[in-house]
C-alpha cells in the first residue's frame, strides 16, 4: 500500500514557475513507476509526465515538453515536478499517482492516487 501527498500547488502568474512533491508513504516506493496527471474544470483528466522507478526513464505530454521536469527521490520517498514558463492553459488540479507496473500515460493503470494539489496560473 502507498499513500500519497501532493503539496506545492498555489497562484502563479503566467510565464511564472511553480515545484510539485509528492510524498509517498511505504517501504517499497522505490519499485513504483511514478506519474503526475491532472484535471482541468469541464475536461477529462490528462496525462503529465511520468517516470520509471530508478528515475533513468522518462514521458512527457507534449505540452509540457521542455517547461515541465519529472524527478524522484527515492531515499526521501518523494518525487517533484518542476513547472516553468506556465501558461494559463496549465491552470488544473494536479495528481500524483504510483504504478506496481511500467507507469506511462494512461491513467487507469496506476495502483494509487494522491488527493491532488490546485495550480492556477493567471494570464
Known amino acids: 500500500q502507498v499513500q500519497l501527498v501532493e503539496s506545492g500547488g498555489g497562484l502563479v502568474q503566467a510565464g511564472g514557475s511553480l515545484r510539485l512533491s509528492c510524498a509517498a508513504s511505504?517501504?517499497?516506493?522505490?519499485?513504483?513507476?511514478m506519474g503526475w496527471f491532472r484535471r482541468a474544470p469541464g475536461k477529462e483528466r490528462e496525462f503529465v509526465a511520468a517516470?520509471?522507478?530508478?528515475?533513468?526513464?522518462?514521458l512527457y505530454f507534449d505540452s509540457v515538453k521542455g517547461r515541465f521536469t519529472i524527478s524522484r527521490d527515492n531515499a526521501k520517498n518523494t518525487v517533484l515536478l518542476q513547472m516553468n514558463s506556465l501558461k494559463p492553459e496549465d491552470t488544473a488540479v494536479y495528481y500524483c499517482?504510483?504504478?506496481?507496473?511500467?507507469?506511462?500515460?494512461?491513467?487507469?493503470?496506476?495502483?494509487?492516487w494522491g488527493r491532488g494539489t490546485q495550480v492556477t496560473v493567471s494570464s
Open positions: 517516470i520509471n522507478w530508478s528515475g533513468a526513464s522518462t
Open positions: 499517482a504510483a504504478d506496481a507496473g511500467v507507469g506511462g500515460s494512461t491513467w487507469s493503470t496506476y495502483d494509487y
Open positions: 511505504g517501504r517499497t516506493f522505490s519499485s513504483y513507476a
